[in-house]
């Protein structure tokens, strides 16, 4: 959760700086929103993978 937190507040960073015209801030909040992104599906993934395994236990 801490994890996820800083790369947030880095992401907002970024972005504060992209809108100042710096182009390298831009590609690297690019970048990292896509990991943020493919890392909250992932979670939401193996949320509905336990959620299906219980639901067939019980």
Avoid: P, Y
Avoid at 18 to 36: N, P, Y
């Amino acid at each position: 959760m801490k994890r996820r937190k800083a790369k947030s507040k880095l992401l907002v960073h970024f972005l504060n700086l992209a809108e100042s015209g710096d182009r390298q801030a831009e590609v690297q909040a690019k970048e990292l929103a896509k990991e943020i992104f493919k890392e909250e599906q992932e979670v939401k993934l193996t949320e509905k993978s336990l959620a299906s395994q219980q639901a067939i236990e019980d």
